[in-house]
């Protein structure tokens, strides 16, 4: 488990006022070394990436997102969804995919799969 800052630009602050977000790295063990090196460099580089096409990401969450769910959340406010969309932390698998976690106020997570280039490809709910 990791952490990086954010920017307020890019997230607003948590209610505790932390710039932080979570990266969880599901990789086992990696013995220090070039090996580790490699990963960070690359979940450094996804991560940036990420960051960068956000709001995007979060378009996706939403237009991907189950329809119930768009339909009843969507109500509950006359602010965009997406906007609702709190960014809460990141998840990186062995093979280094990246997988983006919003907090929405729920008592669920949606959670957008990104892609190779950093869009994403599966929006699902998490309980």
């Known amino acids: 488990m990791a952490q990086i800052s954010l920017d307020p630009a890019v997230r607003a602050p948590r209610l505790n006022g932390g710039a932080d977000a979570e990266v969880i790295l599901m990789w086992g063990e990696v013995e220090p070394g070039p090996d580790l090196d490699g990963r960070l460099t690359a979940v450094t580089a996804r991560l940036e990436a990420a960051l960068i ?21 969507g109500a509950l406010d006359e602010s965009p969804l997406a906007d609702r969309l709190f960014l809460e932390c990141f998840e990186v698998d062995a093979a280094l ?3 983006v976690w919003f907090d929405f106020g729920g008592l669920e997570m949606i959670a957008v ?8 490809r599966v929006a699902e709910l998490h309980p």
Request: net charge positive.
């Open 97 to 99: 995919n990246v997988t």
């Open 113 to 120: 799969v990104l892609d190779a280039s950093g869009r994403g």
């Open 53 to 73: 096409v956000l709001s995007e990401i979060r378009s996706y969450a939403v237009s991907h997102g189950p329809k119930p769910w768009r339909d009843h959340y």
